[in-house]
């Protein structure tokens, strides 16, 4: 395994927000936190069906702690409750793959099939 490049990393997120942008896609971005050194792997903290974020309160790694409250703040709809699902189960947002109206999720050592079936 190649050893970690931030810079790699940096230039294509760069990348990677270009084109979204050239597909209208609005960004939005987390405010920066020491202690949440993860953030960056926003697929990680939750998913998006419809109009409704889905998140478990159930994190694995403890770095991840308080990434919700650090999105809640960032981005001021969060703020409403409506627009929230929180998963009891425990479930990595990466591990869940959403096209169009199907969604796959991978059972992993952060994914329940309890949290899928929730």
Do not use: C
């Not at 903290?45 to 478990?56: A, L, P």
């Not at 001021?76 to 793959?97: C, F, N, R, S």
């Not at 109206?101 to 952060?110: E, H, K, P, W």
Request: hydrophobic fraction near 35%; avoid cysteine; charged fraction near 25%.
């Amino acid at each position: 395994m190649s050893p970690w490049d931030k810079t790699k990393l940096l230039e294509q997120q760069q990348k990677f927000f270009e084109v979204m942008g050239q597909y209208g896609v609005k960004l939005h971005f987390v405010n920066h936190s020491d202690i949440h050194p993860w953030q960056m792997y926003t697929r990680d903290t939750g998913f998006v069906i419809h109009n409704k974020f889905y998140y478990s309160r159930n994190r694995e790694i403890t770095e991840r702690v308080g990434e919700i409250e650090l999105l809640r703040q960032s981005i001021p709809t969060l703020l409403d409750q409506d627009m929230i699902e929180i998963i009891l189960g425990k479930i990595e947002a990466g591990d869940v793959l959403i096209d169009e109206d199907t969604v796959y999720v991978g059972i992993s050592d952060r994914t329940t099939l309890d949290a899928v079936t929730e």
